[in-house]
């Protein structure tokens, strides 16, 4: 089975700035890699898909790359509507989700 | 537009079963893939597996394989999930998803086991 460690698993930023969260897996994944955000009380939001494309109707303050085993997902100006848990998924061999990440305001 | 709309709460003992369902509408029901995904109270998502809409061929991960059963009613474009044996651990919101790559979600549904 396919393990993905996400990092960091909180993070703490102020409005406007870029964040990084990033997803290793223990092999590679040939780019089959999805990002979702999860508010509180609701269910998972696809942002991007095959590691870099957004989904319809994700802002283009998202964005991800990454190639092999790593990968990651960036917000630039983050907002106050991105507060939220993103969470990585892999769907290469069968399909694994990371851990998460806690997006706080600083 | 697509929607999957599971059914509501269930508050179970220890020991007993529940069966969860999810209506697909806006689409061909047997164009996606049903997948399933646990997330435990304050806790991150886990893939439970998912069950082929076209065969009706179910693949569990394998924390899964036992007491859970996929099953479809195509005929009413609708996805089951039945946990048999409930333990405390299994108290969760269950989340139906379809497409390839998990796009279209349910609302979840929150299973409490509870003696």
């Known amino acids: 089975d396919i393990q993905m460690t996400q990092s960091p698993p909180s993070l703490s930023a102020s409005l406007g700035d870029k964040v990084t969260i990033t997803c290793q897996a223990s092999?590679?994944?040939?780019?089959?890699i999805a990002w979702y955000q999860q508010k509180p009380g609701k269910a998972p939001r696809q942002l991007i898909r095959?590691?870099?494309t957004l989904v319809s109707g994700t802002p283009s303050r998202f964005s991800g790359s990454g190639s092999g085993r790593d990968y990651s997902f960036s917000i630039s100006n983050v907002e106050s509507e991105d507060i939220a848990s993103y969470y990585c998924l892999q769907y290469d061999n069968l399909y694994t989700f990371g851990a998460g990440t806690k997006l706080e305001l600083k | 537009q697509i929607q999957l709309v599971q059914s509501g709460p269930e508050l179970k003992k220890p020991g007993e079963s529940v069966k969860i369902s999810c209506k697909a509408s806006?689409?061909?029901?047997?164009?996606?893939?049903m997948h399933w995904v646990k997330q435990a109270p304050g806790k991150g998502l886990k893939w439970m597996g998912w069950i082929n809409t076209y065969t009706g061929k179910p693949t569990y991960a394998d924390d899964f394989k036992g007491r859970f059963v996929f099953s479809l009613e195509a005929s009413a474009s609708t996805a089951n999930l039945q946990i048999s044996n409930l333990k405390n651990e299994d108290t969760a919101t269950y989340f139906c998803?379809?497409?390839?790559?998990?796009?279209?979600w349910g609302q979840g549904v929150m299973v409490t086991v509870s003696s």
């Open positions: 998803a379809s497409e390839g790559v998990l796009l279209y």
């Open positions: 095959y590691t870099s």
């Open positions: 092999q590679n994944i040939n780019k089959y």
């Open positions: 806006g689409y061909t029901f047997t164009d996606y893939a």
